[in-house]
């Protein structure tokens, strides 16, 4: 966790209007077969498109950020929607959260387990409600009134991902999404389990996006650790913790949550470029360092107002891309 990775980036002819990230952690090209390599990157460029599209076709950055969330959330790839990892008690416990920087709405959804996408009904509670935050059973009646999807809690069951629980149960720990430490690898295992245990990730998803009117926003959505107990929620539903956005950046964390919320990572950033005028670049790059400081291992994904883009994590690798105006994209999953 000693090194930080940045990726900062903007070209002069066309503003980047979408990132995207699937998660940081101990992401390293040994551990990679060339076929999950290929499944990660087909599936964020599946995802940057979508948002894309929307984009492109005049949608609102809200709109483009619950695209590409869509996209993440329905694979297993991630530990999102279908992909959540299983709580202590075998059941799986989804988070999610939107703000969009013009009007600084925000809404979020912690600890449901019916909602198909959880960004969904996040944004329904953004545009839908009074409220930003709404939890478990209410969230999920809210979201069914607002006609969000809802499916049998059976819709998230994976074997790969129960294995993984039980792993993590034998050593009784409560562990993030692909830490480390979870056993040895059964190879007689489907070719995503030896990712899973050997990876060390934060598979949390977010997006951010640029719309035409100028307008940010920023969405995150996860499964949250393995093996959580007592209801437990991290920064990802956590307006300023995990996603945040205002009129002159949206941000979108994953990495360890406590941590995130210590430090209140997606605020910071915005907080020390609105108060001390700092670049997206410089503020994020300040903020990891605080991240590193303290030992939250993990990352982000930035836009500002002007099309520039910030990614940096002191993880090895984070699944991360973003696609400009004119269509090129750029997909990273490994650090330096
Ligand atoms: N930040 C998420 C949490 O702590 C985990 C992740 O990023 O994968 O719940």
Partial sequence: MSTITSTFAQSDS???????????????KKNMTPEKEKAYHDKLEEALLAGYNQLKSGKTSTEAVKAAINIMEDSPLFNAGKGAVYTNK????????????????????????TIKNPIDAAIAVMEKSEHVLLTGAGAEEFAASQGVEIVDTSYFRSDVRHKQLKRVQE?????????????????????????YIEDKKFGTVGAVALDNQGTIAAGTSTGGM???????????????AGTYANDFAGISCTGHGEFFMRNVVAYDVCALMEYKGLTL????????????????????????????????????????????????????IYGQ
């Fill in 226 to 240: 393995t093996n959580k107990r007592y209801n437990r929620v991290g920064d990802s539903p956590i307006i300023g």
């Fill in 14 to 28: 066309s503003k980047i209007i979408l990132v995207i990230h699937g998660g940081a952690g101990t992401i390293l």
């Fill in 281 to 332: 670049e410089e503020a994020t790059a300040e903020v990891i360092r605080k991240q590193t400081e303290i030992g939250g291992s993990g990352g982000l994904i930035g836009l500002d107002k002007n099309g520039n883009v910030a990614m940096p994590f002191n993880t090895a690798g984070m699944y991360r891309a973003y696609i400009t105006e004119n269509g090129t994209m750029f997909i990273g």
């Fill in 90 to 113: 075998e059941t799986q416990e989804m988070d999610a959260s939107i703000m969009r920087g013009s009007d600084k709405n925000a809404g979020a959804v912690a600890g449901v387990s």
């Fill in 171 to 195: 050593k009784e720990k409560m562990v993030l999404d692909h830490d480390g430490d979870q056993g040895s690898v059964d190879s007689s295992e489907d070719e995503f389990n030896i990712d």
